[in-house]
């Protein structure tokens, strides 16, 4: 009876404590600027770490499988993950995961940023070279026209151009890395996210003038750079996602992605084909390539029916 006390207790303390975060002392403002507003006393409550991952010996990984998957924003329950697509809109408590991504690197507390190497983290970038990523700087006709004529003075140079930057409304669909394995002292299979990569459309196809635009599709995105998932855990923590079914009760980004709350397409997987994607071997047949996801998934999932029923 006092331990079944205890868990109730302790229940009502975790909701207490993410509800501070959901309406913070909305109920109790005077007036609208003490919204959100949190005392001493809740700041020290709410002073929460993610939670720490166990420590898993490669002797306990009795099978294991690596994947790649695409989160495409356009589907209505991966909205949490790009609203708001325009940041300060609804104050910084409510930001998308792009740009809880990129301030967590402008503040440097994200500092594992690889390029796009297909998920691999060879390469690193700095934050000078991901802004070099994220922006481009257009040349019109009057440009061209004045530097031709010897015109050489920056700031009239610069009215000449048009510059375009990736913004969160950009970002379309997210490639994520992971690793599903079957720890052999727990008898479960468990997984954990490794990377993530915002992805976008190709700025070339932001060209003012439509008759420069590149060959290509224009709706095809690609990823503008990927990071170490634990390396970024601490950032992501700290943002709170809209839940659509409970506006006092919201979750982290740490904890969605964690816990899998999105709906995702396996596009990779590792194999003895230098981990070619689904693509590669099954062409322009979008049905089929949906179902060869759909096969990897149950090669994954079964694996665990089948240890208890062998």
């Not at 468990?190 to 196809?205: E, H, M, N, S, V």
């Not at 943002?239 to 899998?260: C, E, G, H, K, W």
Request: negative net charge; charged residues 25%; contains cysteine.
């Amino acid at each position: 009876m006092k331990y079944s006390s205890f868990v109730v207790f302790l229940s009502l303390q975790l909701m207490a404590i993410h509800t501070v975060f959901g309406q913070a002392n909305l109920l109790n403002s005077r007036v609208p600027q003490e919204v959100g507003k949190l005392t001493e006393q809740q700041i020290a409550a709410n002073d929460e770490s993610p939670l720490a991952y166990g420590y898993i010996d490669d002797r306990d990984v009795l099978w294991s499988k690596t994947i790649w998957e695409k989160i495409d924003l356009d589907e209505r329950i991966n909205f949490p993950y790009y609203f708001p697509s325009e940041p300060g809109n609804l104050g910084e408590e409510r930001r998308s995961l792009f740009d809880v991504l990129i301030q967590g690197i402008e503040d440097g507390r994200i500092k594992e940023i690889y390029f796009d190497d297909g998920g691999y983290f060879r390469t690193k970038l700095t934050y000078q070279q991901v802004l070099e990523k994220l922006q481009y700087t257009f040349e019109t006709a009057a440009y061209t026209d004045a530097v031709n004529s010897g015109i050489t003075d920056p700031e009239i140079l610069a009215d000449l151009t048009v510059p375009v930057k990736t913004t969160a409304a950009d970002v379309l669909e997210y490639r994520i890395k992971g690793t599903w394995y079957f720890n052999k002292r727990q008898g479960e299979l468990k997984y954990r996210l490794l990377g993530i990569a915002p992805c976008a459309t190709d700025l070339q196809f932001k060209n003012p003038d439509p008759d420069a635009a590149p060959p290509g599709d224009p709706n095809e995105t690609y990823p503008l750079f990927w990071v170490w998932f634990p390396d970024a855990r601490e950032v992501l923590n700290e943002a709170y996602v809209f839940n659509v079914r409970n506006s006092s009760q919201p979750i982290t980004f740490d904890n969605m992605l964690n816990s899998r709350r999105f709906n995702a397409l396996i596009y990779k997987e590792e194999n003895v084909y230098q981990d070619r994607e689904v693509k590669d071997y099954i062409f322009e047949d979008a049905l089929q390539q949906l179902l060869e996801s759909e096969r990897i998934k149950s090669v994954i999932r079964d694996f665990e029916q089948d240890m208890w029923n062998n």
